[in-house]
């Protein structure tokens, strides 16, 4: 069983682990993920060894709590984040209300010579202030240090905790035995930490809003159709497979369905980031949440809730903003030995500043300074907030990023590998050319193949039918059809015989003339397949069918060339035919003549070349070649299998997409590494300012909350970076 529990009290990375090790050590546990940038732990458990009320139990007793659905808003944890935000600010506010009028006194040496117990008034003032702050306003870092201790490991919260307790602690015994007091210290240093993550509580709020802002594109009612004709309103969640339901100009589809009746233009580009509309007739498929533009339509719908198309992304882009990068494991460790290895070295500067200056207070400033300057969040935020703007915007482009694998993997591709059917064409072939011979009829022409071929169940037949159906053009009524298998159809019309078929085979029967011949060699050439037609002993003229090229294929191909990433198409086709479609397309190199079951082998062997492989793909076939490639990209038009092995899904996009999903993974890839370096590079320049005593403990807390908010705000650069 594997369930994602919502949690509540996480306030650094440490917090994440501490719980991770909790619920990971238990028995019946198989693993344990625990994301903080979500404050979600994702648990795969033996049911029979462990229910929820277990794991919600360890959880607790971690010093934490698991959120009942109501408060997280189900799924999406919309309330959660909003309840963090509210009381994050609520509490900074307080500190800073208590802690600003003590470190005012206490900096301007205040004195309010009012006399009470031998200390001034303003001491009193200090004293009882910033006890409240520390241990009322902060008393959540205190608890939480309190049961880490207890089950021996320590997190940001016991180095605020120790901090703040040492300077309010020795200031009082130093207000009763005469000497300086720190009192203003100690406040301070809680209402920039409380201030620090309310800030960090929006940044997070706004780097996961992506998932909210999906399912809330969502129809809210339907209009149902009744077995009598009558309309009534519903409610989308009381729709069930198999109702009509009726979608006016202007609304939103309120699920996924197959249009029964009407013809109208839908916007998909929520669903897959294009502009363009799309036409929709009878027997077309339309999703929820996209818009109808133009006509009334009647649907019928297929699927409903967590099944529909939009809650399947929604539900691809939490899964990946769940999984943990490679790269945030070594983060994850070192965050691990970070907090005790910061309370050894403060020990460690408080007993070497005793040594030096014989002072416990001027030991005790820099000791506090360095506990409180030491930011393990900054660590832990930096691969899980990037991951999550990452995924987000993806998704909001039509790019679906199963894993934060997948980004990680994505920086390092250096050549891209397409299937050509489906993928860099449409996968059907389509009437490219028509050239009519001497003085003869274009639409007779297009009528007597059209005729020729309407008994025919062959793509080439059905290719020329479609012409002539988008033409307007009606088939000629063809008798005595019979197919010369290889070579062409023969029949008769009005007692004249009629032929449609290869060059070779027609020639047999009718004179080509030499402009004709030089039209169908230059055809042939260019991977077209030519078929001519003739009636009555005379040639009408020729018809060329190829599989097109997909809209955009050419120019995504150029745009992997900018990036510097080189294309290879794999095709079975004949060589002849794929290097057509790829001087087509502007591919250089071609795999030609490959069998389904070759293409993971191709791939291998590109790697084996030293290559970081992407591979392209839509089909059933293709599914081993996604699976081996170092990143699976599928063409969301695809098959299902396809769509579950590929790494990145491109919703309803063609191949123009992967550039902008590379490019995605590469920004978001640095994005992350940007982020570790500066939290590095910032515990590695403070900690040290702190133990020498550059850094005072209110500066050094002001500073420590600086670098998660800047690592936070960093990654939402993500949102507004131009890919291509």
């Known amino acids: 069983m594997k369930k994602t529990f919502k949690i509540g009290g996480m306030h650094c990375a440490s917090c994440a682990i ?43 007793v971690a010093g934490y709590k698991v959120l009942p659905p109501d408060q997280s808003g189900g799924t999406s944890g919309e309330r959660s984040v909003h309840g963090d935000m ?12 208590l802690g600003v009028p003590v470190f005012i006194l206490a900096m301007f040496n205040i004195d309010l010579s009012v006399d009470l117990y031998g200390h001034d008034l303003s001491v009193w003032l200090q004293a ?65 930490i409380l201030l620090g993550r309310h800030f960090e509580a929006l940044s997070k709020g706004r780097a996961g809003e992506a998932v909210a802002k999906l399912l809330a594109l969502s129809a809210k009612e ?12 519903v409610a989308v969640e009381k729709l069930a497979v198999g109702d009509l339901v009726l979608v006016k100009p202007g609304e939103k589809m309120p699920t996924d369905g197959l249009v029964n009746d009407g013809r109208s233009s839908v916007d998909e580009s929520m669903l897959t980031g294009e502009a363009l509309p799309v036409d929709k007739g009878p027997g077309d498929f339309v999703y929820g949440a996209t ?46 030995v970070f907090v005790p290895t910061v309370i050894g070295l403060a020990v460690l500067t408080f007993l070497v500043w005793l040594v030096v200056s014989g002072s416990v207070g001027s030991a005790l400033l820099p000791a506090v300074a360095v506990l409180v300057v030491a930011c393990p969040c900054a660590l832990g935020l930096a691969t899980p907030t990037a991951i999550l703007v990452g995924t987000g915007r993806g998704a909001s482009l039509g790019i679906l990023i199963k894993s934060g694998e997948a980004l990680e993997r994505g920086r390092d591709i250096d ?73 062409g159809v023969v029949g008769s019309v009005d007692g004249h015989e009629v032929m449609v078929g290869r060059p070779g085979f027609v020639r047999q029967s009718v004179t080509v003339a030499p402009d004709l011949d030089r039209s169908v060699e230059r055809l042939e050439e260019s991977g077209r397949t030519v078929m001519l037609v003739s009636e009555g002993g005379r040639l009408l003229g020729l018809l060329a069918v190829a599989d097109a090229p997909r809209p955009g294929a050419r120019e995504a191909i150029a745009m992997l060339l900018r ?20 001087r087509e397309l502007g591919i250089s190199r071609v795999e030609a003549e490959v069998h389904p079951d070759q293409k993971a082998a191709i791939v291998m062997e590109h790697q084996r070349s030293g290559h970081k492989v992407a591979f392209v793909g839509d089909g059933i076939n293709d599914a081993p070649a996604l699976a081996q490639a170092d990143l699976g990209v599928a063409m969301g038009s695809g098959t299902d299998i396809a769509i579950e092995v590929g790494q990145i899904v491109l919703v309803g996009g063609g191949p123009e997409k992967v550039g902008e999903a590379i490019m995605l993974a590469r920004l978001t890839y640095r994005g992350i590494r940007q982020n570790l370096f500066w939290a590095f590079f910032y515990n590695a320049v403070a900690i040290p300012f702190a133990a020498i005593g550059l ?27 131009k890919l291509v």
Do not use: C
């Open 128 to 192: 009882i202030l910033s006890t409240i702050v520390v241990f009322g306003v902060g008393w959540g870092f205190h608890r939480t240090a309190i049961r880490s201790a207890l089950r021996r490991r320590a997190n940001m919260d016991t180095l605020v905790s120790l901090g703040t307790a040492a300077a309010l602690g020795f200031s009082w015994w130093q207000m009763f035995v005469g000497g300086k007091l720190y009192f203003e210290s100690a406040a301070v240093i809680v209402a920039f």
């Open 291 to 336: 818009v109808n533009s133009t006509g009334a339509l009647k649907m019928k719908v297929t699927k409903v809730g967590e099944d529909t198309v939009l809650s399947g992304i929604a539900r691809l882009v939490r899964d990946a903003q769940r999984q943990k990068a490679p790269i945030q494991k070594l983060a994850d460790r070192v965050a691990g």
């Open 18 to 60: 501490n719980i991770e090790h909790s619920l990971g050590e238990a028995k019946g546990v198989g693993s344990a993920n625990v994301n903080y940038a979500l404050a979600e732990a994702t648990v795969e458990y033996d049911e029979s060894a462990l229910d929820e009320e277990g794991i919600i139990h360890l959880v607790e």
């Open 415 to 487: 050549e891209v590998l397409f299937d050509k059917t489906g993928t860099l064409t449409e996968g059907r072939p389509k009437v490219t050319d028509l050239s009519v011979a001497g003085d003869a009829d274009r639409s007779r022409l297009i009528a007597v193949a059209a005729g020729v071929e309407s008994l025919s169940e062959h793509p080439l037949a059905r290719a020329v039918l479609e012409y002539a159906v988008e033409r307007g053009i009606s088939p000629a009524a063809v008798e005595g059809v019979k197919a010369v298998p290889g070579q």
């Open 563 to 582: 990036m510097g990433l080189e294309s290879v198409m794999v095709s079975g086709d004949n060589r002849r035919t794929a290097e057509a479609v790829a």
């Open 695 to 721: 850094l005072n403990p209110m500066v050094a807390a002001g500073a420590m909350a600086f670098s998660s908010i800047s690592v936070v705000l960093n990654s939402l650069r993500l949102k507004r970076v």
């Open 222 to 233: 339907a209009h149902r159709l009744l077995a009598d004709g009558a309309v009534e309103e």
């Open 86 to 97: 509210h009381r994050s600010r609520r509490l900074a506010l307080v500190a800073f209300m």
